[in-house]
């Protein structure tokens, strides 16, 4: 009888996929393979958990390593039991709600948590954790935080042991040499992953074991027992910490008493233990936080110094500054001292530690202290805010004597000064100033703190302008008087350096004075006296009144009223401006009256500046005389305007402007006026940039005395004074939109009357107009109107077709202007006008010029390109375009194509695929012609479609005399600069290429 062989065929698909791994991994897979059932039994199985995928995926990962790696037996052995042990968690057999069922497993997962195996410990404890998640009976919690429990008390007596031994560096190998040594560390390694998940009952049980280990010294243990403590104080309830918090603060506090005797970053650790410690305490409402924060300032702030951990501790001395000092607790009466406040008050005393702690690290610091020291001071300077001079006097003086020990031109004293800046804005100059003056040794005339100059100039705010006429003035007068005294040339140019620099503190002390409507008259007084004898003052007032004016407006307008212009606005140069409570709008009313009730004599003053101005017309008065005019009584600014043109004779002494006159009598004129011709050219331009200035706040009668103005200046010259016309005329549109609205067909007439301009600055400032008209006329959709839009509309395309490069981009910019105009407005008809202005567009399409249809093309082409969705609104817009490529002349046609590259580039592909077949039969018959770049063109038409659109949907709409070109293309694709696209061709459309 012969005898069977045995049988060899791996049955399992999986063995067969996986014969050369280990066996002791096979019942792994076996466990995974799609035919594997659950074990029958009184196991039911569980439903199913989020971490089953991940445990799974860990475990296949752990036996490809085994594959790759060619790991000993041992270790693919602990795999196979690790994996096997998890994959009865994850696949459902056992029971997570009965103990019994897990023990064994769970058993394993402690044992290998410990393992003296690097990788064999993390995944271990990974899947420790996840376990542990998945557990939902407070039976299976209880008895598995009993396990670890137990685990963690066989090793506390090693433990303990380890915490009172101190190391040394040199000895630590030798400490951990030990392996039940090692076997702690692993221990509480462990124990850190099950804290969030062991049962309260156990918790309250570990933590009072685990704050035993802390010791004021550093041990081997250190690092571990904080990271413990850590996960009790983020995971644990009141219930478990709450018995502990003092012994944890204690221990804490004890290890932090030694300072650099432990190592610096457990010494950061330990801070930010008891700041999260002292946050829990402060939401509770426990009192005793009040005590611990001292320990918690002194220690993070005495970690300043040290470059190494300066950072952290700065942060977590800014949050402590934030969150637990209040200065509104602190109440000091002018007669009590700082130390008898400090004794009434927890938080007076709280601050005065802190700031003698910050105050000694500053004494400390040999230079300049690093940028994290000095950035919690500045934080203190904000939070504490005018109590700062009585708390933080002595710091302010240290900072000082750091300003003049290192000189403050030094590019790194930024940090030094910012922090100096801080200290003005919490105390104000005022204070700043009394306890640093600025002065003058009338003897050898050196100067004392003049470095606070440009420091008050970037942080003054919320000051006084009393203060600036009463005591800083004075001050710069008397250093311009010493300046004049010395005999040295150069000290006397510093000194008159210095006196300008206190002068030029105006603007500064305009950022929201708290006294603008009781001084502001005493201070137009002496800015018009500063405005006709210091030249060198023009500019700080101009800017100082901008400041004034635009603050108090943006109070006025806001939330009622948003539409503040900003032309003339003035950026504040302090960020801490945002921190200063704004005026009321009631305050800044009356604010507003006091600056109206001056601005008629300030008004005449930078006026008669502006015109007189010999070297360029300075655009901080320009600006400022616009502030002014736009909060003045418009019939005070048209007086102001209306003397003006009598002055240089534009107006009759009835008030008529005087007629044209040929050059012939203007010589004549000239005669008897000694008023050259180029003379009158040149007031006209300076009265008409001055009246655009006047626009902002005008009434009726100033707007139609400026338009008349207009007018004049069009009808007097061919060019000259146009630019400014067209602007200012811009600019009544803008600001004044009744006044389109009563006289559009006026305007247009004599807009259109014009010839188009030759400078591209004047055909900016025309278009403009024409923006504003042309939208107005699409909304309201009368004939005339209509009429009167495309007459323009039809300028702004000739335009696209100048052959300067800077006139096209204008009236590119025009015609998106008009079209976001439409789009954005709030008109009920913008909609409906927005379609106006595309039909207006296509009209131009079937013209007979092919300059003008070429331009249209042009003109779609920018509006497509800036809102693709047209194509869709206007069904018949794509159809319309692609049918001039049946036109002969090369102008429209290459307009087309450049259409058509826009088209299917801002399209999006499933909108593009409604118009391939159009495009494709519109551009091919053009990929013949190979001058003017035709050729290329419809090449990169099709790759774009390719790309977006896939090959296959290209190809079907390829008439079959073309497919060679088509061919072409696809090479041109393949070899592309563009490597990954290339790639892509080359793996998906290779089989075309034979």
């Given amino acids: 009888m012969k005898h069977r062989k045995p049988e060899t065929r791996i049955r399992n698909p999986i063995e067969k996929r996986h014969r050369n791994l280990p066996t002791a991994t096979l019942p792994i897979l076996r466990l995974y393979s799609p035919t594997a059932q659950p074990p029958l039994g009184n196991c039911r199985r569980t439903p199913f958990h989020p971490y089953s995928r991940i445990t799974t995926l860990n475990s296949l990962i752990l036996l490809r390593r085994c594959n790759q790696q060619s790991l000993r037996l041992e270790n693919s052995r602990f795999h196979g039991s690790c994996g096997v042990t998890f994959a009865r968690f994850d696949r459902g057999f056992c029971d997570l709600e009965e103990w019994d069922s897990v023990k064994a497993g769970f058993e394993s997962l402690i044992k290998f948590s410990i393992d003296k195996r690097p990788k064999v410990r993390r995944s271990a404890q990974e899947c420790l954790e996840k376990v542990f998640k998945s557990f939902r009976s407070s039976t299976v919690v209880k008895e598995a935080s009993k396990l670890v429990f137990s685990l963690f008390k066989n090793y506390m007596p090693v433990a303990l042991t380890l915490s009172e031994s101190r190391i040394f ?10 392996l039940e040594h090692l076997d702690v560390i692993h221990m509480l390694n462990l124990l ?47 219930e478990v910490i709450g018995p502990q918090e003092e012994n944890i603060i204690d221990s804490l506090s004890g290890y932090l008493s030694l300072g650099q005797k432990n190592p610096v970053d457990t010494v950061l650790y330990a801070t930010t233990l008891l700041r999260i410690t002292l946050d829990k305490l402060r939401a509770r409402g426990s009192s005793s936080w009040m005590s611990i924060r001292h320990k918690v300032c002194g220690s993070a702030a ?13 942060d977590i001395m800014k949050e402590l500054i934030n969150l637990y000092i209040d200065p509104k607790e602190i109440v000091i009466n002018e007669s009590q001292s700082l130390d008898d406040a400090s004794q009434e008050s927890e938080e007076a005393n709280m601050v005065k530690s802190t700031c003698a702690v910050l105050e000694n690290i500053l004494n400390s610091c040999v230079g300049i202290p690093n940028e994290h020291l000095l950035g919690v001071i500045s934080v203190l300077f904000n939070k504490l805010g005018d109590i700062s001079h009585l708390f933080m006097k002595n710091i302010i003086l240290k900072l000082a004597d750091l300003m003049d020990d290192i000189g403050h031109d030094k590019p790194d004293t930024n940090h030094l000064r910012n922090c100096m800046g801080s200290a003005v804005v919490a105390i104000g100059p005022e204070k700043m100033l009394m306890l640093l003056p600025i002065s003058i040794n009338p003897e050898n005339f050196t100067c004392s703190n003049i470095w606070l100059v440009p420091i008050l100039k970037d942080h003054v705010v919320g000051a006084s302008l009393g203060y600036y006429m009463e005591h800083i003035v004075p001050l710069a007068k008397s250093f311009k008087q010493a300046g004049r005294k010395v005999k040295k040339s150069v000290i006397g140019q510093d000194l008159q350096a210095h006196a300008h620099g206190l002068w030029g503190l105006l603007p500064a002390f305009c950022r929201y004075p708290v006294d603008t409507q009781n001084k502001f008259g005493t201070l137009t007084e002496l800015m018009i006296t500063s405005l006709k004898k210091y030249s060198f003052m023009h500019q700080n007032i101009a800017v100082a009144l901008q400041v004034l004016v635009n603050q108090n407006r943006s ?27 704004p005026y009321s709008k009631k ?18 003053a930078l006026v008669d500046i502006f015109i007189d101005s010999q070297s360029g017309k300075p655009s901080y008065i320009k600006d400022a005389i616009a502030c002014l005019a736009s909060i003045s009584n418009s019939s005070v600014t048209q007086k102001v305007f209306m003397s003006l043109l009598e002055r240089f004779q534009f107006v009759t002494g009835e008030g008529e402007f005087q007629q044209p006159k040929n050059y012939g009598d203007e010589l004549v004129e000239e005669e008897v006026h000694s008023l050259n011709v180029q003379g009158k050219d040149v007031h006209r331009c300076v009265m008409m940039e001055l009246a655009s200035s006047l626009v902002v706040g005008a009434k009726a009668d100033l707007i139609d005395l400026i338009y008349n103005f207009v007018v ?21 549109l803008q600001e004044h939109s009744w006044f389109c609205s009563s006289r559009f067909v006026e305007l247009t007439d004599l807009l259109l009357g014009q010839k188009s301009p030759a400078d591209v600055a004047t055909l900016k400032n025309r278009f403009a107009c024409f923006h504003i008209l042309i939208v107005h006329a699409l909304e309201m959709n009368s004939e005339e109107e209509n009429t009167k839009a495309f007459l323009m509309l039809n300028e702004i395309i000739l335009i696209l077709k100048d052959a300067r490069e800077e006139a096209r981009k204008v009236a590119y910019d025009t015609l998106l202007f008009i079209s976001s105009s439409l789009r954005n407005s709030s008109c009920t008809t913008s909609g409906e006008a927005y379609q106006r202005l595309i039909s207006m567009l296509t009209g131009y399409l079937s013209g007979s010029s092919p300059y003008i249809t070429s331009g249209a093309v042009s003109a779609l082409s920018v509006l497509v390109h800036n809102d693709a969705e047209i194509c869709l609104k206007v069904p018949d817009l794509v159809p319309s375009l692609l049918s001039l490529l049946q036109n002969k002349a090369l102008e429209v046609i290459k307009a087309v194509l450049g259409f058509t590259k826009v088209l299917v580039s801002c399209l999006k592909a499933k909108d593009l695929q409604n118009f391939l077949s159009d495009i494709i039969s519109g551009v091919l018959p053009w990929s013949s012609v190979s001058r003017n770049h035709i050729r290329s063109k419809v090449t990169v038409i099709l790759e774009i479609m390719i790309r977006k659109c896939g090959f296959s949907a290209v190809e079907s709409d390829i008439p079959e005399k073309h497919k060679s070109f088509f061919k072409t293309v696809l090479q041109v ?21 034979d």
Avoid at 206 to 230: A, G, H, Y
């Fill in 169 to 178: 560096d040199e000895s630590k190998e030798e400490t951990l040499s030990k």
């Fill in 192 to 238: 850190k992953v099950t804290v969030p998940y062991i049962s309260v009952k156990i918790s309250s049980k570990v933590l009072p074991e685990l704050v035993k280990l802390l010791r004021s010294e550093f041990s081997v243990l250190t690092r571990q027992v904080f990271q413990n403590i850590e996960a009790f104080l983020v995971s644990s309830s009141d």
């Fill in 302 to 314: 005495g970690l300043l110094a040290d470059e190494a951990t300066a950072s952290q501790a700065s």
């Fill in 555 to 581: 109070v006025m307008y806001s939330k009622s009223d948003g539409s503040v212009s900003n032309g003339n606005t003035v950026k504040d140069s302090v960020s801490e401006c945002q921190n200063v409570a």
């Fill in 587 to 604: 305050t800044a009313t009356k604010n507003i009256k006091a600056l109206a009730s001056c601005s008629s004599e300030l008004l005449h």
């Fill in 712 to 732: 004049f200046i069009f009808q007097a010259t061919d060019v000259t004074g146009h630019c400014e016309a067209y602007h200012t005329l811009s600019r009544i």
């Fill in 973 to 993: 694709c393949f070899f592309s600069k563009n490597i990954a696209f290339s790639m892509w061709f080359y793996f998906s459309f290779s089989k075309h290429f």
